[in-house]
């Protein structure tokens, strides 16, 4: 065997020996590198900010002088992104190198932070935490980035209250095609403004975000509550999602066609009676979702504080439940106790790291997305996912969509409740083929349902368009100039262009 092949055939057939004894310190030592980084070199200020800004304007007048006809995007690598399939268009289409990872300002009065967008949730939540804030709609996983947010989607546990993470942010900042800086808000270039959200970078480039800030209480105050039949568990979470003065989150586990437990919970600062706090994000606590499914064998009600910060990232350390496929003996105690504390896994070095083969057995043999369907339809969905994919658990995540005229917005004239379905693991049907994907998506077209942008689209241009209403982003892109500039979303979220 040479020597490459037998290297291939390690990483695949003993892929957690490599993640374990090489993948995970590399991670610890990213950590410890990065906060020295930051103490050292990061003290952000407002000036270098407008340095930044001067930076990008110069590589984008140099693109439109040497490269006019070569549409653009950022240069941030694919293995970087929170998205499994490379983007391949990074390869032919001009780089511009738009990365800014500070905090700019925190203002109390306005009750606003304003960051640059290459800033990740992991970095920002415990800043703002320390200082008394927290966002509304804060994200479970570290590494996903406030530009990725915003020109993707984000949502969370708490988006029945709040709406996509976009709708939490007041005021955008924009480098155009032609170099130029905008300033957008509800007030001002209000069309620019809604038309950002789900654009992915093909109106400009991002180089600021304010989010709103709320403050920030010590915990959640979490009631699982195990739930029998898909009947109850729809009619259920329509109550709980509507009950806004008791919940802050909500959020529901499906474990198989029948059971789930639905979770809800309230941001306290508790009271002196509290006799236990469960720090879930410590390394040696169990998976989140093996926690959740324990209250299935108890079939009981429960209730617990969980400090906030452990609370928002609960999902991290098993990257929902796919790090069981990578480290299948990750939540046993023995490995918990002698190595948990080197988790979680680094995305961007898990897929920086993958083979070929991995990468095709998990096209193949793997399906990760989701689905945002109108919060009635929990049933019918459910059914077709299992008859389909039969894959659990299911993470049901509900989300408000407001009316509007961005390119994702609720189809009425109201606040319509949604929900997230996200199906990821190993389909266990017996001809499972992976194009089934354009079928799921024709199903949720039919429901007036949308889809989460990151894992991509078999959807041809016309349905994409049906999908998503393309009549303001058309116009923007129109008056910004950007038809030979940038490409057009679904150019950057079909298949073909990601691989
Ligand atoms: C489809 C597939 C996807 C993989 N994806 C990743 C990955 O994303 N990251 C990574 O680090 N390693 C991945 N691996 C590698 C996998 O984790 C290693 O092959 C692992 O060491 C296999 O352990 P095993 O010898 O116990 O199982 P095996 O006996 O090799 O596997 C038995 C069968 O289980 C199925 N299977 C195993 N792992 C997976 C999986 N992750 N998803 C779906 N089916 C699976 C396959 O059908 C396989 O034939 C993947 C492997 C497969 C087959
Ligand atoms: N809970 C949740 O809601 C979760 C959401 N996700 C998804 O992950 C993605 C975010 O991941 P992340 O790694 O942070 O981002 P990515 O690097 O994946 O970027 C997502 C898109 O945003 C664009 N973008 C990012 N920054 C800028 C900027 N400054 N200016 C212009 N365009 C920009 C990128 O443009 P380009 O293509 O030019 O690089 C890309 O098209 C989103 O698509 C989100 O939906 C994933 C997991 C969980
Ligand atoms: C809307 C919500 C909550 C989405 C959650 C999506 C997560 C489950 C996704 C985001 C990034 C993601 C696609 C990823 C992977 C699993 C599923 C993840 C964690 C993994 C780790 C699976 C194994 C792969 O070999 C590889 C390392 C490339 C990817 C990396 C990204």
Redesign the pocket.
Known sequence: MRSESLLEYL??????M??VFFLLPCTVLGKIWSVFEKSLWSRHTGLEHEKNLSRIQRQIRHRNEQAPDQVMCTARPSWRSMTIADMAYKKYMYNIDVHLDGIVSINAKTQTVRVEPGITMGRLIPILIESGWTVPVALDMEDLTIGGLVMGIGLESSSHKFGLFHETCTRYELITANGDLIICSKSVNADIFESIPYSYGTLGFLTAVDIQIIPAKKYVKLKYRPIRTLEKMESRLIVETSDLEHNDFVELLIYNKEEGVLMTGKMTDGNKDIKYVNRIGRFYKPWFFKHVESFLLTWKIGEEYIPLKDYYFRHNKSLFW?IQ??I?FGNHPVFRYLLGWLMPAKVAL?KLT?TDT?KQ??A???FIDDFILPISSLKKSVQQFHTILNIYPIWVCPTILRPGKGLMHSPATVNNMYIDIGLY??PKVSKYNPTILRDLEIFVLKLKGFKMMYAGTYLNIDEFKTMFDHRLYDRIRQNLRCKSNFPEVYDKVNRKARI
């Open positions: 990483l695949v057939n003993y892929r957690w490599f993640v796919e496929d990578i299948p898990l993958q991995i057995l998990y193949k043999h793997h693991g190993e």
